[in-house]
């Protein structure tokens, strides 16, 4: 199975459990890899054979600022589910994570794996 990746997606969006978090907008750092089958991509040249990873980049980036959750848990969850909506995806790695959120840590976060039978 090919990849096609998002690497390092800055957003910003509320999540967190704190008050504070609930307040304002914060950094969320988002990677996504995508698993499909670029054969047919590759012989016809068609970005219509191909995952757009420019499209799936600003899903994810419109849900990530809108959705104010609670936890990284579950907005790992939910870009994973819109991940598998796209066109060709079979699974899909999705890293959420919050720089700064831990002191002394550059980041903590989730990762989640999904499969489209799952």
């Known amino acids: 199975m090919d990849k096609v990746f ?22 969320i750092l988002i990677n996504v890899t995508v698993y499909t089958d670029t ?19 600003k899903k ?3 849900h990530a600022e809108a959705a104010q959750r609670l936890t990284v ?4 969850n ?9 066109p060709l995806v079979r699974k899909v790695v999705v890293r959420v994570e919050k720089p700064g959120a831990v002191r002394f840590a550059k980041s903590v976060g989730v990762e989640v794996e999904r499969k489209r039978d799952e």
């Open 73 to 76: 848990e579950a907005l790992a």
């Open 60 to 62: 994810v980036q419109s």
């Open 6 to 27: 998002i690497k390092d997606l800055l957003v910003r969006g509320i999540i967190g459990i704190r008050d504070w978090e609930r307040e304002k907008p914060q950094d």
């Open 39 to 57: 054969t047919r991509a590759a012989d016809s040249d068609n970005i219509s054979d191909c995952v757009d990873y420019s499209a799936l980049a």
């Open 78 to 86: 939910d870009l994973a589910r819109i991940c598998l909506e796209t």
